[in-house]
């Protein structure tokens, strides 16, 4: 039972900024990777940036040198600051962490419920 809470959305003229945030709470074990995801009207979703327990990061190409992925272990709590935003990264944006169970062959993924950003021209 994990709840992950995003924030930080809105509109937003292009080349601005906004920086989302992530809370997991509940009863878990250990947060592995977290990331996050947009979706687009149209297109499917798609994994914008992911950052692992140790600190490694992962972006999708169209975002590299725009956006940052962070976290804070200690508040559980997964940061994406978005930098030159573009039309085109308007979407639902989505949180997501993978939790460790007690077994270690098996890991549960969660899913917040989204947060809009919108970028006009």
């Known amino acids: 039972q994990v709840q992950l809470v995003e924030s930080g959305g809105g509109l937003v003229q292009a080349g601005g900024s906004l920086r989302l945030s992530c809370a997991a709470s509940?009863?878990?074990?250990?947060?592995?990777?977290m990331g996050w995801y947009r979706q687009a009207p149209g297109k499917q979703r798609e994994l914008v940036a992911s950052i692992t327990s140790g600190g490694n990061t992962n972006y999708a190409d169209s975002v590299k040198g725009r956006f940052t992925i962070s976290r804070d272990n200690a508040k559980n709590t997964v940061y994406l600051q978005m930098n030159s935003l573009k039309p085109e990264d308007t979407a639902g944006y989505y949180c997501?962490?993978?939790?460790?169970?007690?077994?270690?062959?098996?890991?549960?993924?969660?899913w917040g419920q989204g947060t809009q950003v919108t970028v006009t021209s």
């Open positions: 997501y962490a993978d939790v460790a169970t007690d077994l270690p062959w098996k890991s549960r993924g969660y």
């Open positions: 509940g009863s878990m074990f250990r947060i592995n990777t």
